[in-house]
């Protein structure tokens, strides 16, 4: 039998009042699980950034959590335009969001930066009008 | 000191009322992601920004409050969130540095019986 553990989860578009709803309902089961505090909250930032991005730029999309006792992947996966410039989203300041969207707090070109900051390993496969998929591996 | 102590002392409004947690710094930014980033487990977290998200970056990075500076206006959609996820949310009239500066003094001036302030 396999000791991993998954979980699924949609993620709505434009709906920011449940952006979040993901990373607070996947941190509720790591501190159950008794993940180390330090893992809770590098796994809430790398979630988190990445269920924002999907809201802001993807019209939403799904996030399959696998938890092993080695560590955490989180694959997020949306159907949006893609990122034209890889290099120059990772860079941090770098944002494309909308004023409207900077006027919530958001559009500090951090996401990435700190998606990238706070995994062990991440990739991104983006394809031009097809979608974006984000990988991070998060270590025990 | 817990999050109740804190503004019966400073004379804060109370937006939400919350979870009564302990309140061991002040972290300050209105930007989500460097809050995100940045922000203090158990610290008191003094912004303008007030929306949903707050609520949502409070909880994930285990800030023990907001407290809404310079008087900022809040929607509906964001006390419900607080109310859902227990999350204590005060208003404070003063702009953030001051709010900051105040909670800051607070903390220290009780520094020393903070055990007894948090029973």
């Known amino acids: 039998m396999s000791d991993k553990l998954r979980f699924h989860y949609e993620v709505s578009g434009e709906d920011f009042t449940r952006a979040g709803e993901a990373s607070s309902d996947l941190k509720a089961k ?3 699980m008794g993940a180390s505090p330090e893992v809770v909250r590098k796994v809430a930032i790398c979630m988190y950034e ?3 991005n999907m809201v802001i730029h993807a019209c939403g999309g799904v996030i399959d ?3 092993s006792p080695a560590d955490i992947l989180l694959e997020l996966k949306d159907v949006g335009p893609g990122i034209p410039d890889i290099e120059k989203a990772m860079q941090e300041g770098y944002s494309t ?3 409207n969207i900077r006027s919530l707090g958001f559009g500090a070109g951090m996401g990435l930066s700190n998606m990238k900051k706070y995994s062990d390993e991440m990739k991104i496969d983006t394809v031009l009008g097809v979608g974006t998929t984000v990988t991070m591996r998060i270590n025990m | 000191m817990k999050t109740y102590k804190l503004f019966e002392n400073l004379g804060y409004e109370i937006l939400n009322k919350g979870e009564d947690r302990l309140v061991s710094g002040v972290y300050c930014c209105d930007l989500l992601s460097v809050a995100m980033s940045k922000g203090k487990e158990n610290a008191a977290w003094v912004t303008v920004m007030s929306n949903v998200n707050t609520v949502a970056v409070c909880t994930l990075v285990d800030m023990s409050c907001i407290v809404l500076a310079d008087g900022s ?3 509906e959609a964001m006390l419900e969130k607080a109310k859902e996820h227990n999350v204590c949310v005060m208003r404070s009239k003063l ?3 001051e709010t900051a500066k105040e909670i800051f ?4 001036l ?3 019986r903070l055990e007894e302030y948090c029973d």
């Not at chain 2, 003094?105 to 220290?108: A, E, G, I, M, P």
Request: hydrophobic share 45%.
């Open chain 1, 30 to 32: 790591l501190k159950l």
């Open chain 1, 50 to 52: 990445g269920e924002i």
């Open chain 1, 65 to 67: 959590v696998t938890i």
């Open chain 1, 97 to 99: 969001a909308s004023e």
């Open chain 2, 73 to 75: 206006s809040v929607d």
């Open chain 2, 95 to 97: 702009p953030v540095f």
């Open chain 2, 105 to 108: 003094d607070t903390l220290n």
């Open chain 2, 110 to 112: 009780f520094g020393d």
